[in-house]
């Protein structure tokens, strides 16, 4: 059955229905998440919106209950490239389009996405419809419904996807923290989020008021993301204001982020075509750390990178910007406790580089005690809050240290090895053509004396057949010396997995005390021995074939080719 994508400029784009049968308006975004569409799907900040894919396949994971970030599914309209025929996932209950169809969503499938995105992106986001059975009408007056239809500038649309009565999502293991959190399009994964951590969540109405948060005495208050133009959001943006004369610790992101924004004097506006995907780079200018993040909206707040600004409640700082195009993405206060982000870090779906805001939350609260966990006025003298467990970070190896001096333990191929001795050897002047022994380099092992017993470090050996004995492998031949591979483990000590066959023959070879290879130190005009490792009368060429070609200058018909390849 053919579909069109009509968008209000008269651009048409014809394809094939993709769920659900009819009409649908929306303003008409793309998103680069390559993974994620359930959750993209269900994510209220795309309320009356008609998403388009980039990643050209979907759907081949089908459709799942778990993955839902709402009650269902929120976009106004869905536009796909190459849907898949068939679901394959072990989770899946069903396939996408059942999925949009059951839920009444109408899409269309086969168009040319790229010529689509590269338009949306020249031309911006824009008022968008989708079209398919009895919709169908002459281009001309499809068109023009699509320019009837409400622009997403001036629409406020926070109130159609809050929750109509407050609930509580309760924390996992002891309760630390009470948060009140204002439904204006909140996620499911981000109550989840904080419940890991500790934090009782109670999610309320958009029109909840001050009262209401007094009430429930909450340690923080959160603003959630949503879809709309923050500019009518007044209720939320007073409410917010109420929060910081309080000095209740506050965290927001996404439309969040913007509420806070404008409840400190800034002013908003609507981006071009918006931040929409799961691999958007954020810089915070504190430390010059570098996040990705997942993102989804169309409207900004004003200002600059790392810029300090007044506010009714004290100084405030932008704290984070996008280096893609300098929108800030991130803000906090220096004179009270609040921050927000303009990104997702409860990621669903996403990278997690920013799940570690929801530890700077449950931070800010402990230093800030105003609610359950630390009105002064309601709790004991000489009690203070219980302080909230760093997060654990786990120690990386360094990046200059061998593959071998991070890995498991080793496995010992060479068992004829002297043992090691804990005494430090004192450092021997070397060559730059005599690499350093490791014996020379091996630091002390605290609490080992003498020479080390045979079985009782970390070394796994295994049982290696002497040359003479020919029965383990049942050949007439001899095994070669250079199957005796240096042991890993010890600093100095190539991997035998990684490293060129001639670096373990010169480890070997120090090892016994053995000289470099003959080769590379007789006379030339001498005759050459035989190498006692390896065998061989020459040192091995291990270098990698076939060898790089050498760079030749370019003529006058390059030059011309490379220019034309650019052009």
């Not at 009650?71 to 949009?100: F, H, M």
């Not at 004003?302 to 300098?326: K, Q, V």
């Not at 670096?503 to 050459?528: C, F, K, S, V």
Request: proline share 11%; charged share 20%; aromatic share 6%.
């Amino acid at each position: 059955m053919t579909a069109l994508l009509v968008l209000e400029d008269g651009r048409i784009f014809r394809g094939a229905a993709f769920g659900a049968t009819g009409q649908t308006l929306g303003e008409a975004v793309f998103t680069t998440g390559m993974t994620g569409y359930q959750e993209t799907l269900t994510d209220p900040s795309y309320h009356r919106q008609i998403v388009l894919q980039t990643a050209p396949q979907i759907g081949n994971t089908g459709w799942n209950g778990e993955d839902d970030e709402s009650s269902g599914i929120q976009v106004a309209g869905y536009v796909v490239r190459d849907p898949a025929r068939r679901a394959s996932n072990w989770r899946s209950t069903g396939s996408l389009e059942d999925a949009l169809r059951t839920q009444g969503i109408v899409g269309v499938a086969g168009i040319d996405t790229r010529a689509a995105v590269r338009h949306l992106r020249e031309r911006g986001a824009m008022r968008a419809g989708i079209f398919s059975g009895d919709a169908l009408a002459a281009d001309e007056e499809l068109v023009e419904r699509v320019q009837q239809s409400p622009q997403m500038e001036g629409a406020d649309l926070y109130g159609a996807v809050t929750t109509g009565e407050s609930y509580v999502v309760p924390a996992v293991g002891e309760r630390r923290f009470v948060v009140a959190a204002l439904d204006v399009g909140i996620k499911y994964n981000t109550p989840r989020m904080m419940a890991a951590r500790g934090i009782e969540v109670h999610v309320l109405p958009a029109s909840s008021t001050i009262e209401t948060i007094e009430a429930l005495r909450p340690d923080g208050f959160f603003l959630a993301n949503g879809p709309g133009d923050p500019a009518t959001a007044h209720e939320p943006v007073a409410l917010t204001e109420q929060v910081l004369e309080r000095r209740i610790p506050l965290f927001g992101i996404c439309f969040g982020n913007q509420l806070l924004g404008r409840a400190l004097g800034r002013s908003t506006y609507k981006l071009r075509y918006g931040h929409r995907g799961i691999n958007i780079p954020v810089v915070e200018h504190a430390t010059g750390r570098v996040a990705i993040t997942s993102q989804n909206h169309g409207f900004a707040v004003e200002g600059e990178a790392g810029e300090e600004f007044d506010t009714p409640y004290g100084r405030a700082t932008i704290t984070h910007t996008c280096p893609n195009d300098g929108c800030v993405e991130g803000m906090a206060g220096i004179d009270f406790p609040a921050f927000s982000v303009q990104y997702h870090p409860e990621a669903a779906a996403g990278p997690h580089d920013a799940a570690d805001l929801f530890d700077r939350f449950t931070q800010l609260m402990a230093d800030h005690p105003v609610g359950y966990a630390g009105v002064a006025a309601q709790r004991p003298a000489g009690i203070e809050p219980a302080p909230y467990p760093e997060p654990e970070m786990l120690e990386q190896p360094s990046p200059s240290a061998p593959p071998s001096a991070t890995a498991g333990p080793s496995v010992e191929l060479n068992p004829d090895r002297p043992a090691a001795t804990s005494a430090a050897a004192p450092i021997r002047p070397t060559t730059p053509e005599e690499p350093r022994r490791a014996a020379d380099t091996a630091p002390e092992e605290p609490g080992r004396e003498g020479p080390t017993a045979p079985g009782t470090d970390d070394t796994t050996r295994l049982p290696v057949a002497s040359p003479g004995d020919t029965s383990a492998s049942g050949r007439d031949e001899i095994e070669p010396p250079t199957s005796r591979m240096p042991a890993v483990g010890r600093p100095g000590t190539p991997d035998p997995l990684t490293a060129p066959f001639s670096d373990i023959e010169n480890a070997l070879r120090r090892d016994g005390g053995a000289a470099a290879h003959p080769a590379t130190t007789a006379d030339p005009a001498e005759p050459q021995g035989t190498d006692p490792v390896s065998g061989r009368a020459g040192p091995v060429d291990d270098r990698p074939w076939p060898p790089p070609p050498t760079s030749t200058p370019q003529t006058p018909q390059h030059d011309d080719q490379a220019r034309q390849e650019d052009r």
